[in-house]
């Protein structure tokens, strides 16, 4: 089966964070006999054709270098939003995309190996860049939701009538998490939406090969952003439960490692200055895939206080590594944060109760290393590249019937 991937998020570089589990998912289709290529947008400094893991990408410009800065920092929406800039640079890249695909899907039928499948990782701008512009032949198209997508639509009603058009010519839906396959129905009710998630290099994340190794410390991996939930976790730190361990214990207090960039960097900085964590927080800034494995097994536990979540890949990574989570009972986190298997879940915004769960699994490495490692087997199996593989090579069988 041939497969083009149709992105605007896929790694630049090996150990690149940017898109990971896009790359996975086209290794792991590859280790089980398909063939993927994938057709991204450019960026300034990257090659126009790349070989990331056997997998070929192909960078379409869109811009001139300096404009083209939409893709691979998660910060598209913000762009668009606040110039006019970012807005036309939008519409280059839609129209790029729309007539490279075009090229692809044609250059392969020419030569004899068509595509049997397109598939749009993100309704938007990847399948929006699509609409319309299939014809009589073209290969069936599958479009899946990562959730930034749809929490954009979430916020603007004038998207849901161009969110539903777009999935109402898919073959076959999916989304990453039952909250976000829920979210999307609830905008387009007539379109049937599998959850499939996405998934993760079980090779990379694992526990150290020391495993008596103290674990120390709360590990926050993300972007710096009102959702994702730092400012949340720093009150944390110094609620009144946190406070009692740090109290009790000899030695330093609780530290906190920040793994991650965004917009709220600086705010954020003045606030662990405010509460007087200046001394307890590590700025690490964002780190290529490889430099986390080591984060996440010499933390005590993984702190995720995000709102909204589309699927929560970082939980899944951390549990593989054998750490525990403790995360708001929000969005997609439910589906891989379960109580049942090793994770902690707290009232979103509650962070009192978030520095209650936290100072638990402080207290205690015995039952923070029994979690992590349950949440591990739970992660093995629903996370595992082969078993997603063959979900996704069902949809596909699917929809080219």
């Not at 964002?286 to 984060?295: E, S, Y």
């Amino acid at each position: 089966m041939r497969v083009l991937f149709v992105t605007h998020n896929v790694p630049r570089f090996d150990g690149d964070a940017a898109g990971s589990f896009v790359l996975r998912l086209a290794v792991a289709l590859q280790s089980a006999g398909a063939t993927v290529d994938i057709l991204a947008p450019a960026a300034a400094g990257l090659a126009h054709e790349a070989m990331l893991e056997g997998v070929r990408i192909q960078r379409v410009r869109y811009a001139s270098d300096s404009r083209m800065t939409l893709a691979y920092a998660g910060n598209m929406a913000e762009q668009v939003m606040s110039s006019w800039g970012g807005k036309l640079a939008l519409l280059g890249m839609l129209r790029a995309m729309r007539r490279a695909v075009r090229l692809q899907i044609d250059a392969a039928a020419r030569v004899g190996t068509p595509y049997d499948i397109v598939h749009a990782h993100w309704w938007f701008p990847s399948a929006l860049a699509l609409w319309r512009a299939r014809r009589a032949g073209d290969p069936p198209l599958v479009i899946t939701m990562h959730g930034s997508d749809v929490r954009l639509a979430q916020r603007t009603a004038l998207a849901h009538p161009v969110m539903r058009a777009v999935l109402g010519e898919a073959a076959r839906c999916t989304a990453v998490s039952g909250w976000l396959a829920e979210a999307a129905r609830r905008i387009a009710p007539d379109v049937s939406i599998a959850v499939s998630p996405m998934p993760v290099d079980a090779r990379y994340f694992a526990p150290a090969a020391e495993p008596s190794a103290v674990r120390r410390g709360i590990l926050f991996v993300g972007r710096l952003n009102a959702q994702k939930g730092l400012a949340d976790l720093l009150d944390a730190m110094v609620s009144p439960a946190m406070c009692a361990y740090d109290a009790e214990r000899d030695g330093a207090p609780t530290s906190l490692h920040v793994v991650g960039d965004g917009p709220d960097g600086d705010a954020l900085k003045i606030r662990a200055t405010e509460l007087g964590l200046t001394d307890r927080v590590c700025w690490y800034g964002a780190l290529p895939q490889p430099a986390l494995v080591p984060l996440y097994q010499g933390a005590r536990a993984l702190a995720i206080p995000s709102r909204e979540e589309g699927l929560g890949l970082v939980a899944v990574e951390a549990q593989l590594c054998g750490t525990p989570v403790v995360a708001y009972a929000d969005g997609g986190l439910i589906d891989v944060v379960r109580p049942e298997h090793g994770g902690t879940l707290v009232t979103v915004g509650d962070t009192r109760a978030l520095g209650e769960a936290l100072a638990r699994l402080l207290a205690n490495e015995i039952t923070a290393r029994e979690l992590g490692m349950s949440a591990r087997h739970e992660m093995l199996a629903r996370f595992a590249p082969d078993a997603v593989a063959d979900r996704y090579l069902t949809h596909y069988r699917q929809a080219v019937r």
